[in-house]
T-cell receptor
Framework: AQSVAQPEDQVNVAEGNPLTVKCTYS??????LFWYVQYPNRGLQFLLK??????LVKGSYGFEAEFNKSQTSFHLKKPSALVSDSALYFC???????????????FGTGTQLKVEL | KAGVTQTPRYLIKTRGQQVTLSCSPI?????VSWYQQTPGQGLQFLFE???????NKGNFPGRFSGRQFSNSRSEMNVSTLELGDSALYLC????????????????FGPGTRLTVL
């Protein structure tokens, strides 16, 4: 079974500083990994995904993520944080064990990012 | 293109009642998935529909059911509501175009906030 772990419940960073939100995964085979962001009382917004290819994936709003196979990690990064980046961030992995195919994501527990002035 | 829409956005019900939530996917998307989000359990997969058929199911009791119509719109129903069913219910759609479907991104709606009193 697939799983992802987000070891930090909350990350605090000053505006203008780089931010990192951590995610590690456990899958059998090649992982399909995703990052989503959730603002209060809203659904999840897609940021980026890793399927194959370049280990550095660029996404929306200046976010990027680095896939590291040896460390089984997929950390989300941004060079310069904004107060408006404050939100709940979820890492997810595609379930590849579905006998009938299909689209199912297993999510991490989420990391609350707080960017302060 | 319009995003995923969910109705209603908020619902208040009492224990024992039933509820139906609706989801309209992005135009052209054929797969619709439902997730439950609670503070205690996080994001959990309920089920996925494709071509009017349930393709995958999560670990929820039979009180939770769903269906998909020929236009890909989907509904989920919860019967005999319990206090623990209070949650944000999220619908997500994806294109699912055959072999490339494994890499498809799920796009989420704003959710329906269900409160059971």
């Amino acid at each position: 079974a697939q799983s992802v772990a987000q070891p930090e419940d909350q990350v605090n960073v000053a505006e203008g500083n780089p931010l990192t939100v951590k995610c590690t995964y456990s899958v059998s085979g090649n992982p399909y990994l995703f990052w989503y962001v959730q603002y209060p009382n809203r659904g999840l917004q897609f940021l980026l995904k890793y399927i194959t290819g370049d280990n550095l994936v660029k996404g929306s709003y200046g976010f990027e993520a680095e896939f590291n196979k040896s460390q089984t990690s997929f950390h989300l990064k941004k060079p310069s944080a904004l107060v408006s980046d404050s939100a709940l961030y979820f890492c997810a992995v595609r379930d590849m064990d579905l006998t009938g195919g299909g689209n199912k994501l297993t999510f991490g527990t989420g990391t609350q990012l707080k960017v302060e002035l | 293109k319009a995003g995923v829409t969910q109705t209603p956005r908020y619902l208040i019900k009492t224990r024992g009642q039933q509820v139906t939530l609706s989801c309209s996917p992005i135009s052209g998307h054929r797969s619709v998935s439902w997730y439950q989000q609670t503070p205690g359990q996080g994001l959990q997969f309920l089920f996925e529909y494709f071509s009017e058929t349930q393709r995958n199911k999560g670990n929820f009791p039979g009180r939770f059911s769903g269906r998909q119509f020929s236009n890909s719109r989907s509904e989920m129903n919860v019967s005999t509501l319990e206090l623990g069913d209070s949650a944000l219910y999220l619908c997500a759609s994806s294109l699912d175009s055959g072999m490339s479907g494994l890499a498809d991104t799920q796009y989420f709606g704003p959710g329906t906030r269900l409160t059971v009193l």
